[in-house]
């Protein structure tokens, strides 16, 4: 059986569609895996905000429980 031009071009073309039919599966891996990291990074960042929160809160109220054991004591 002798190779002619039209059989190693149709060879050639397969070859090619695999490449595009991998590159493509790729693509659609990475932007699943870019969504999911999307996802967690957003959680992250809700998660720092509540710790951020509760660190305020926690500030102002040792702050007022400082500020009124000063003033017990400058009362006495």
Partial sequence: MSSTP??????LLGRVDG???????EQNRFEKMLAKNDDRLSKLEKDRAVVY???????????????????LIKGS
């Fill in 6 to 11: 039209s059989s190693e071009l149709y060879l």
């Fill in 19 to 25: 490449k595009v039919d991998q590159l493509l599966l």
């Fill in 53 to 71: 929160g509760a660190a305020t809160v926690l500030a102002f109220i040792g702050s007022g429980i400082m500020w009124f054991i000063s003033h």
